[in-house]
C-alpha cells in the first residue's frame, strides 16, 4: 500500500474514532443533560474560539509548509504559541462579563473564567508533534490523537453522570488539555525552548495566516453571535449540537482525507499535472461521499434526533435538516481550500473568506434583522453556495492547465445518484409505520443500497472513467491483498518445522 493511502486510511481511522466517541458523548450528554446546559458551554465556546482566532499566528501551517524547518523553527513557534496562549487568557479573563450580559446569561462568565487557562495549557504542549503530520507519520499522528481524544471522552461523561451539569464538560476540557501536554513530551523527544530566532521566517507565512483565520472563524462562528443574541440559551445548544451532529456526515467525515491532501500536494505542488490530478482526485471523492452523506441525513434527521437524543430535542430537527445540506457545500469547498494554500495563496483565502463574511454579516444585519436560528441556517446556506462559485474560479484562475467541464465532472455521478437516492427513500419511506430506531436502519439500508447500484451503473454507463470510483476500488483491491498476504505469510511462519 502507498504511503498516501496508507497515511489516508490511518487519518480516515483517527476521523471515525473521533465522531464515534462524539456521536457516543453527545448521546450520553444530551440524555443527561438539558439544552440550555449546552447553550451555556457553546456560548462560552464562542468567545474562547474567537479569542483563539484573533491571536492565532499559523505557526503550525508555517511549519508544515517550511521543507527545511529545523529545530530552531519549532522552537520559535511554541515560543509564539506560548505568548500568544497567554495574552488570549489575558483577554478572556477581562471580557467574561462583557460576555455574559451580551448572551443574557451570566453563569457563562463563570464558566470564561476557567476556560481561559486552557489556552496556557495548550500552548507549552510539545511542537515536536508537529513532525508527525509533516512527515506524513500518520500511525504516530494518529496515536495522539486518539490518546487525547479517548481521555477526555471518558472523563467528561463520567463528570456528567456525577455532576449532572454543564460543568462537566468544562472540568472534562481543562483535564483533556493537562493530558495532552502529558501525552506530546512523551512520545515525542523534542524539548522546545523560548527563542526567536526565526520569527521572522515563521512570521512571514503566519502573518497572512492569520488574516485567513480570523476571516475563517467569522465565516464559520459568526451565525452563532446572532443566534446566542437573538434566541434563548435553550435554542442556542439545540442549534449548536444539529451544527456538530450535521457536520459528522459530510466535513468531519471527509477532513482526514484533507490531512492527507495538504503534505501531499506540497510535495508535488512543482507538478503542476500531478498536482492538478490530485485535486480532481479529492474533489471527485469528496462528492462521492459528502454528497450521499449529507442528503442521507436530511432524509433521517427525525429519526436520528427522535431515537438518539430523545424528545426534548425535536427543536432541533429542521436545524439538522438545512445544516446537513451546507456539510455538502463545505464537503466540496475544504479540498479547494487547501489547494490555495499550498500555491501559497493565502491572501486570496482571507479575501474569499472576509468576502463571505461581509455579505452574511450584511445581510442578517439588514435585511432579516429580526431572523431567528432557522432563518439565519438559510442564509449560511446561500451565502456558502455563493463562497463556493468564488472558491472555483479562484481554483481555475491559478491552475491554467485545469479545465471547467473538469471539476463538474466530479459532481455529476454522485449529484444523479445522490438525487434517485433520495426520491426512492422519500417515497418508501412514507409509506411504511415503525418506530423510529427501525425507521433509521430502514431508511439507511435502503439509502446506501440504491446510492450505490446508481453510482456503480452510472460510472459504468460513463465508459469507467479514472476518478473517486476507481480510487475506492483500488484501495479495497489494495487492503484485501495486503490481508491475503499478511494471512498466508502468517500460514506459513506455522507450518514451518519447529528446531
Known sequence: MTSASRGAFLTIAMRWVDRLLGVISTIVLARLLVPADLGIVAAAAIVIALVDVFLDLGVVVALVRNPNAQPSDFSTAWTIRVVQGCLATVVVLLTAEWAAAYFHE????????VLAFTFVIGAVENIGVVSFQKEMRFDK??????????????VTLLLAVEMRSYWALVVGTVVSKLFGVVVSYRMHDFRPKFTVEKFKDVFGISQWVLAWNVALYLEKKLHQFFVGGRESTSVMGAYSLADDIAAMPTTELLMPMNRVLFPALVKV??????FKRLYLLAQSIHALI????????????????????????????????VLALLGIVNAIVSSQLYVLLTLGNVRLLALLSTSQVVLFGGLAV????????????WLRLLVSLAGSALYALAILRHLDNLRLSEVLNAFVRPIVAGAIMAVCVWQFGAMIAASSFLMLLFKVALGVVIYLLVIAALWLVSGR??????????????????RISSGKGDADKRAEPKP
Request: hydrophobic share 55%.
Open 366 to 377: 439588514f435585511l432579516i434583522p429580526g431572523a431567528g436560528a432557522l432563518e439565519i441556517s
Open 290 to 321: 459528502g454528497i450521499p452523506a449529507g442528503i442521507g441525513l436530511v432524509l433521517v434527521a427525525p429519526e436520528v434526533v427522535t431515537w438518539l437524543l430523545g424528545e426534548k430535542w425535536l427543536i432541533a430537527i429542521p436545524f439538522v435538516q
Open 141 to 154: 499522528d494518529f496515536q495522539f490523537f486518539f490518546y487525547k481524544r479517548a481521555f477526555g471522552f471518558v
Open 269 to 274: 505542488s512543482h507538478e503542476r499535472t500531478e
Open 465 to 482: 472513467p479514472a476518478g473517486a470510483e476507481t480510487y475506492v476500488m483500488g484501495t479495497i483491491r489494495a487492503l484485501l491483498s495486503t
Open 106 to 113: 451570566p453563569r457563562v462568565a463563570a464558566v470564561l473564567r
